[in-house]
């Protein structure tokens, strides 16, 4: 990918808009169509889990030991975030939510090399 997709933010914004287009709508779901809840959850973690984990994860635990660091971190402020705001079995629901949005950007980058 070449142009602004193929800079680091260009990527990150892909990235970012497919996570959305799955957390979002699973989300609104367990917050009874609360936008600003769902849409938040992952607007606060996806910044960190693309710019600073690959910065700060050893290099000895190589590319899937920083995607399984990323996604744990994500699990976890999630979690925080919706029992913050109400929604019960919090930790099931983001561990459904992330895997999921997970799945699918492995899956995107795996069949089309994005982002």
Not at 6 to 28: D, M, N, R, S
Not at 88 to 106: E, I
Request: aromatic share 18%.
């Amino acid at each position: 990918m070449s142009g602004f997709f193929g800079t680091t933010f260009g990527a990150w914004l892909i990235g970012f808009v497919f996570t959305q287009a799955i957390e979002v709508p699973l989300y609104l779901r367990v917050t009874h169509g609360r936008w600003s809840t769902s849409f938040l959850a992952s607007t606060l973690t996806h910044p960190i889990v693309w710019f600073i984990f690959p910065n700060v994860c050893p290099l000895t635990w190589g590319y899937w030991g920083m995607v399984a660091a990323a996604e744990v971190f994500a699990v976890v402020a999630e979690t925080v975030w919706l029992r913050l705001n109400g929604v019960g079995a919090s930790l099931k629901w983001a561990f459904v939510v992330n895997a999921a949005s997970a799945v699918g950007g492995l899956l995107l980058r795996a069949s089309f090399d994005v982002p």
